[in-house]
């Protein structure tokens, strides 16, 4: 294989064979670089938002959920799907809301990545957000977190402990301390 263009695989045929509330599974047909057929497996997800909120003193925000196929409780950043209709800035406003009970008008985009591009096609954006106010939490019901306050400094050297291992956080703070970085150096 010479070019990127001899990688692609073409969808011939699609079944959806499980729809849920969140998540809608897959089953596809495709002809492979090699012309032969295979089949892929995969979830189709609406995305999501995750959201870095940054305090003067450079403290951040996390929160501890409980992850049922885990059954864990884990670090997380605030964070949550797009609902139908709802624009990515406001799924990440409403979830620093939320899960933080933080609001604020100083935000901004870092990114965004794919979490489990071997089986999903979900995208998870990258937001930051400072000069917090405190509005206190509006958790769903059935959505039971802790918020802690964490020095941004610690909460890296709990990445590389491998205390924080939810993917999503780790990604989004690691980008967003090189992005909290390069902003204090201005």
């Not at 409980?66 to 950043?77: C, G, K, L």
């Amino acid at each position: 294989m010479n070019t990127s263009k001899e990688l692609v695989e073409h969808k011939l045929s699609s079944k959806e064979v499980f729809k849920g509330r969140l998540l809608h599974v897959f089953y596809d047909e495709a002809r492979l670089p090699s012309n032969e057929m295979g089949t892929r497996e995969w979830i189709k997800h609406p995305g999501a938002c995750a959201v870095v909120p940054i305090f003067e003193n450079g403290d951040i925000m996390l929160i501890k959920q409980f992850r049922y196929p885990i059954s864990q409780i884990f670090w997380e950043v605030p964070a949550g799907k797009i609902d139908q209709g709802e624009s990515q800035d406001e799924t990440a406003f409403r979830e620093l809301e939320e899960e933080a009970g933080l609001t604020t008008e100083n935000f901004s985009y870092i990114g965004h990545f794919y979490p489990g591009i071997g089986y999903s096609d979900e995208l998870i954006h990258i937001y930051i957000a400072w000069n917090l106010k405190t509005v206190g939490q509006k958790t769903d019901e059935d959505e039971f977190v802790i918020k802690e306050r964490v020095p941004f400094s610690e909460a890296i050297k709990m990445v590389h402990s491998g205390e924080i291992n939810d993917g999503k956080t780790v990604i989004c703070l690691l980008r967003a301390w090189h992005w909290w970085q390069q902003k204090s150096r201005k």
